[in-house]
């Protein structure tokens, strides 16, 4: 065998050893922009988010795909700009409120849990 043939393969024996790439992972994470409100259909900031931007009001999620799929959200507002995920689609019951510049990886420990229903975003300080 000649030299460029024993490179080839060992290059195909490397590439084969550390397996395929998997591009599902490399693209299951959508980044949140500045000024955004990002809510994910999956824990860890996983899935396509539905963003709105921090400065709008309040929202019904009832008839979007992140109706009672609300597992992580991401608030990149400007503070005083708090988000409020709420049970009701109406802006009442159990809610799960994220100050400006944080994130939850898993709404699944806190009060409204992945059944959020409606989103409000206000200057009211959360607590």
């Not at 992972?25 to 999956?42: E, L, S, T, W």
């Amino acid at each position: 065998m000649n030299r460029t043939m024993l490179a080839a393969a060992a290059a195909c024996a490397t590439v084969a050893a550390l397996g395929p790439a998997d591009p599902a992972d490399a693209a299951a994470r959508v980044r949140c922009g500045g000024g955004q409100v990002c809510i994910y259909p999956q824990p860890n900031f996983r899935g396509t988010p539905y963003v709105r931007r921090a400065t709008d009001g309040g929202v019904s999620l009832i008839g979007t795909p992140i109706n009672d799929r609300t597992f992580s959200v991401v608030n990149n507002g400007r503070s005083p700009r708090t988000a409020r995920i709420y049970r009701s689609g109406h802006f009442s019951g159990s809610y799960t409120c994220i100050q400006a510049g944080t994130s939850i990886a898993d709404l699944r420990g806190f009060a409204v849990g992945q059944w959020g229903s409606s989103l409000k975003l206000n200057n009211d300080r959360c607590g």
